[in-house]
Nanobody, 126 residues
Framework: QVHLVESGGGLVQAGASLRLSCAASGYTVRRYVMGWFRQGPGKEREFVAAIDWNGRGTRYADSVKGRFTITRLNAKNTVYLQMNSLKPEDTDVYYC???????????????????WGQGTQVTVSS
């Protein structure tokens, strides 16, 4: 059973940075695509970024390209999302997810991801 735990969220001002972490347990995630999604009240879950098993392939939503960076450290079963130049519109709950089908090209639709964390709140004030 996969258990994903996000951390690193918080309240920051516009222009600040945060780094989210997603620690996996109960499963070796090093062979799988890992992604970050976000969701606000009354909104659909939105793709943010994803990374392939060895960290060489990534995909980003247009809204975060150039500001966010996804990385992974397989030795620690952990995936990171470095978020720079944060904007108020980045305010959401951020979720870590795993795609056990490990399909390439990386998939960006939430329905394809099998395991999810509980989410971490990111709030950016103007």
């Amino acid at each position: 059973q996969v258990h994903l735990v996000e951390s690193g969220g918080g309240l920051v001002q516009a222009g600040a940075s945060l780094r989210l972490s997603c620690a996996a347990s109960g499963y070796t995630v090093r062979r799988y695509v890992m992604g970050w999604f976000r969701q606000g009240p009354g909104k659909e879950r939105e793709f943010v970024a994803a990374i392939d098993w060895n960290g060489r392939g990534t995909r980003y939503a247009d809204s975060v390209k150039g500001r966010f960076t996804i990385t992974r450290l397989n030795a620690k079963n952990t995936v990171y999302l470095q978020m720079n130049s944060l904007k108020p519109e980045d305010t959401d709950v951020y979720y870590c997810a795993l795609d056990s089908d490990n399909t390439i090209p990386i998939r960006i639709t939430a329905d394809w991801y099998d395991y999810w964390g509980q989410g971490t709140q990111v709030t950016v004030s103007s």
